[in-house]
């Protein structure tokens, strides 16, 4: 290697995070469940040419590790009758083998080596995996008994006898043969559609009247019935085995299913469906009003359309989506690996789904659209699976996350426990299936073929019976008539009658309505300068009732500021948000609408209505804020604190190795990078000598430690880049430099391949050097590609967007050693194997961001 070369070893890095989480398994139970220690034993076998030792390993299980002895025993303790994986690790906590341990007893005995490896892998899959002991020991008799599994064995001894840490390593074949071993596992079970229940017939109220409430449809449609149990009493019944979120005229609520998705596919009896009840006011002569109910569902019949469905309403879709997802997949995966349990029931994590994890994945912008593109293209498993990954690689880098998934399932980890998490997700080889390969039992166990988007029941009732309602509007202070205001009754509008529903009052304050169809109805008062209210009455037959009302006066203005978190962790002086961004304010409770405000220097003051308000700002690649506050009646009253904004830099994409570049790229992984950062301009050496020039060096990596990363390195030179275009990618060799230096660069450093030479192995590092008298370093590449800015703006702050398309060069024998044989002071002889690293990525920097990201290797990898 030229010594040119070597001045780069130290100008590139690593971040990354530890990755820790925890999730719940599936029982029903509110009540915590007894927990029995059993302590149980077994022998690892690892293959005969591994280079580790037992001496090098430890077995886990749980929140537990023990040492192997030198024949590969060990004895460890676990959780009576909770399923979990016995899993030997080497001394970096990296995963070699694996066993399932369906139901821990007293004096078990367990085999850890490739066999159970396969089938360890094959039951991890969120479609198989059960944390219910009474069907663990079925499902791995079913497993073992597909010859797929051995095929999967044969492909893995192979593979680990080449390399006894190959479970961390990307495997195409290996992840092939697994897709077809949960796939053939799958289709074993028979058509259960049978075994969905059929829900009872429409109730009506013990003692009908001539008023009793309509429902339409009055059966089973889409898995839900709705039946009215008389006066304002409802029950809304869920069949299938999926969350679902259903939304009245005054209520939302999710909808959890009876049991889980294995239930029924052991079931021989149909599959009981569970029930919520609620209220909900139906009045005479009212509008028809709609019970609507909404989830994952791809049913083909005519009207299901994703499109039809409003915002809202895909929001509702989504949530409950994500539940389904959370609770029944990602739990029974996440319980199995940590030997633990779930300590809530449905009903007490139905109550606080909403306001912690589903609302999280619901506000990832990035994640919905992603999830859009699968239900675009009619994809319920591919959309299933991508969440589950989602749910797992959040939980393992955001604590935000991980908190709100905890209050979410009332589960706690111990930090063993988590340990042998972060070795599993460390495993890459996963199922991947198109969902056409798969049976209907599977589509009907999820609900997700014989279910729709949304089911919508109509409720009314006819009744043709009066009466009339008058007031006064007053001052609340001093009790005085007020003059001029509007009063306005809903709920009534179906009246055949057509009374007068909005009225202003005389100078007595006074109001009337007449001929009111009886039954609830809702009247509000404005006036200028005074604070709207509402209130219910309910219209009696034949009589007249009085509901009077008082107005508050006045209202407030909120002042504050929003300041840009890059400035405030550069010492900026003042740190305000110098874009115009938007500020909203959203009523904390009552009647008031939402109230929005541009914000152009940082410093704001709104005008709001007395009472409690949630003010929240938000600007594009920034993560929002707010704060509640209460607003007087009258004067001003200053923000709680500041509004910071911080900043939500990211990158995403595909990357593709060919360790032998013969043009065949043997290694392709889609990438979303945990930590993102960008830095100031600085000014660069030149590393041929001369004036350096101001670059900005953006940055992007995940990983834990030296032996598991990734990180893409794209530099910008502000000297010769003013604004949005197409630059060409060039070497590291001259970039920097104020005269004849390249625009651009970019930098590939990962662990997932090595390089390899006598002395040693390394990770791979990827990128241009364009030193002119190393061409062959280069490994014939003589255009890389381009980076194609959209957005361009170089102060602290700014937006630099685009994406990279890019092929670099590698050195798979782990240096580039030049010579100059002819003696002409050329070097004109190379000894290297070449690779090459095509880059397709997208970015959204902020300049000053370099600070988010962290970890960084001691010692990077070099091409």
């Known amino acids: 290697m030229s010594d040119r070369c070597r001045r780069w070893i130290g100008l590139l890095c690593v971040a990354g995070v530890l990755p820790v989480l925890s999730c719940s398994s599936g029982q029903d139970s509110s009540t915590e469940p007894t927990v029995t220690e059993v302590t149980f034993d077994g022998t690892v076998h690892l293959p005969e040419s591994s280079y580790l030792t037992y001496e090098d390993i430890a077995l886990g299980f749980g929140e537990r590790d023990v040492a192997v002895s030198t024949d590969g025993a060990f004895s460890i303790a676990g959780n009576q009758h909770l399923p979990g994986i016995a899993m030997a690790r080497d001394l970096w906590g990296e995963p070699i083998l694996m066993a399932v341990v369906p139901d821990p007893v007293e004096g078990l005995q367990v085999t850890v080596d490739v066999h159970s490896t396969a089938l360890a892998l094959a039951f991890l899959h969120p479609f198989v995996c059960t944390s219910n002991p009474d069907y663990a020991e079925e499902v791995v008799t079913d497993l073992e008994s597909l010859s797929e599994l051995g095929e999967l064995e044969s492909l893995l001894s192979e593979q680990l006898s080449g390399d006894v840490l190959a479970l961390v390593y990307d495997n195409p074949d290996l992840e092939d043969a697994l897709s077809r071993v949960v796939e053939a596992y799958v289709n074993s079970y028979p058509p259960t559609t049978s075994l969905l229940a059929v829900?009872?017939?429409?109730?009506?109220?013990?003692?009908?009247?001539?008023?009793?409430?309509?429902?339409?449809?009055?059966?089973?449609?889409?898995?839900?019935?709705?039946?009215?149990?008389?006066?304002?009493?409802?029950?809304?019944?869920?069949?299938?085995?999926?969350w679902a979120y259903?939304?009245?005229?005054?209520?939302?609520?999710?909808?959890?299913?009876?049991?889980?998705?294995?239930?029924?596919?052991?079931?021989?009896?149909?599959?009981?469906?569970?029930?919520?009840?609620?209220?909900?006011?139906?009045?005479?002569?009212?509008?028809?009003?709609?019970?609507?109910?909404?989830?994952?569902?791809?049913?083909?019949?005519?009207?299901?359309?994703?499109?039809?469905?409003?915002?809202?309403?895909?929001?509702?879709?989504?949530?409950?989506?994500?539940?389904?997802?959370?609770?029944?997949?990602?739990?029974?995966?996440?319980?199995?690996?940590?030997?633990?349990?779930?300590?809530?029931?449905?009903?007490?994590?139905?109550?606080?789904?909403?306001?912690?994890?589903?609302?999280?994945?619901?506000?990832?912008?990035?994640?919905?659209?992603?999830?859009?593109?699968?239900?675009?293209?009619?994809?319920?498993?591919?959309?299933?699976?991508?969440?589950?990954?989602?749910?797992?690689?959040?939980?393992?880098?955001?604590?935000?996350?991980?908190?709100?998934?905890?209050?979410?399932?009332?589960?706690?980890?111990?930090?063993?426990?988590l340990s042998k998490l972060a070795s599993w997700l460390s495993v890459p080889a996963k199922a991947v299936m198109t969902f056409n390969s798969v049976s209907s039992v599977m589509k009907t166990a999820l609900g997700l073929s014989s279910a729709r988007f949304r089911t919508s029941f109509a409720v009314w009732r006819d009744v043709i019976e009066y009466g009339s309602v008058r007031g006064q509007v007053a001052d609340a202070e001093d009790g005085s008539p007020l003059t001029g205001a509007v009063v306005t009754l809903t709920g009534d509008e179906n009246n055949p009658l057509n009374p007068d529903h909005e009225v202003t009052t005389g100078s007595d304050g006074y109001y009337r309505f007449d001929y009111i169809g009886a039954g609830p109805k809702s009247i509000s008062a404005s006036k200028s300068g005074y604070t709207p209210k509402a209130i219910g009455v309910v219209i009696e037959t034949d009589a007249e009732i009085t509901a009077n009302i008082t107005l508050q006066r006045g209202g407030a203005g909120v002042s504050g500021r929003v300041l840009n978190g890059i400035f405030v962790h550069h010492n900026i002086q003042s740190g305000l948000f110098s874009e115009s961004l938007e500020l909203v304010a959203i009523h904390a409770g009552g009647v008031e609408v939402n109230r929005y405000l541009y914000v152009n220097n940082g410093t704001y003051t709104m005008a709001l209505p007395a009472g409690s308000w949630w003010i929240k700002a938000q600007y594009e690649d920034y993560k929002p804020d707010s704060f509640l506050v209460t607003v007087?009646?009258?004067?001003?009253?200053?923000?709680?604190?500041?509004?910071?904004?911080?900043?939500?830099?990211?990158?995403?994409?595909?990357?593709?190795?060919?360790?032998?570049?013969?043009?065949?790229?043997?290694?392709?992984?889609?990438?979303?990078?945990?930590?993102?950062?960008?830095?100031?301009?600085?000014?660069?050496?030149?590393?041929?000598?001369?004036?350096?020039?101001?670059?900005?060096?953006?940055?992007?990596?995940?990983?834990?430690?030296?032996?598991?990363?990734?990180?893409?390195?794209?530099?910008?030179?502000?000297?010769?880049?003013?604004?949005?275009?197409?630059?060409?990618?060039?070497?590291?060799?001259?970039?920097?430099?104020?005269?004849?230096?390249?625009?651009?660069?970019?930098?590939?450093?990962?662990?997932?391949?090595?390089?390899?030479?006598?002395?040693?192995?390394?990770?791979?590092?990827?990128?241009?050097?364009?030193d002119p008298e190393t061409p062959g370093c280069d490994c014939g590449i003589s255009q890389p590609g381009n980076v194609f800015v959209t957005d361009w703006n170089s102060e602290l702050g700014g937006l630099v967007a685009g994406g990279v398309t890019a092929d670099l060069a590698g050195w798979a024998n782990c240096h580039c050693s030049s010579s100059d044989e002819d003696g002409d002071g050329i070097d004109d002889d190379y000894d290297v194997t070449c690779a090459r690293a095509r880059l397709h990525l997208d970015f959204r920097f902020l300049v000053g961001t370099d600070y988010l990201v962290g970890w960084m290797p001691s010692t990077p990898p070099i091409p």
């Open 199 to 242: 829900l009872p017939a429409h109730r009506s109220p013990s003692t009908p009247q001539d008023d009793d409430v309509q429902i339409l449809p009055n059966g089973q449609v889409s898995g839900h019935q709705l039946n009215w149990k008389g006066g304002s009493s409802f029950e809304i019944l869920n069949s299938y085995g999926r």
């Open 246 to 417: 259903c939304t009245t005229p005054s209520d939302s609520f999710f909808l959890w299913p009876n049991g889980d998705f294995l239930d029924l596919l052991k079931a021989t009896q149909p599959w009981a469906p569970s029930s919520k009840n609620f209220t909900m006011s139906v009045p005479p002569n009212s509008d028809t009003q709609y019970v609507s109910v909404y989830g994952y569902g791809f049913s083909p019949m005519a009207g299901n359309d994703w499109d039809s469905l409003d915002a809202n309403e895909r929001l509702h879709a989504n949530a409950a989506g994500i539940a389904t997802i959370v609770v029944e997949l990602c739990g029974q995966m996440l319980a199995v690996v940590t030997n633990t349990s779930r300590t809530l029931g449905n009903e007490d994590v139905a109550s606080r789904l909403g306001g912690t994890i589903v609302g999280l994945l619901l506000s990832d912008g990035v994640l919905m659209s992603q999830v859009s593109a699968y239900i675009a293209v009619n994809d319920p498993w591919g959309l299933s699976w991508h969440l589950t990954k989602h749910v797992l690689s959040e939980l393992t880098v955001n604590p935000s996350f991980r908190s709100a998934f905890v209050a979410a399932t009332g589960m706690a980890l111990t930090d063993g426990a």
């Open 632 to 770: 007087p009646g009258s004067g001003g009253v200053s923000a709680p604190r500041d509004l910071v904004l911080e900043p939500n830099p990211s990158m995403t994409g595909q990357i593709d190795i060919d360790m032998n570049n013969d043009g065949t790229f043997e290694t392709s992984f889609e990438i979303t990078f945990p930590s993102v950062g960008l830095t100031s301009p600085t000014l660069a050496p030149c590393a041929p000598g001369g004036n350096g020039a101001n670059t900005m060096m953006g940055m992007a990596g995940q990983g834990t430690s030296y032996a598991n990363f990734d990180f893409v390195y794209v530099g910008f030179s502000t000297t010769t880049i003013t604004g949005p275009g197409v630059y060409p990618v060039g070497g590291l060799y001259p970039f920097g430099c104020l005269s004849g230096g390249t625009q651009t660069i970019g930098w590939l450093g990962t662990s997932r391949r090595q390089c390899n030479n006598p002395d040693g192995s390394g990770p791979m590092s990827f990128t241009i050097i364009g």
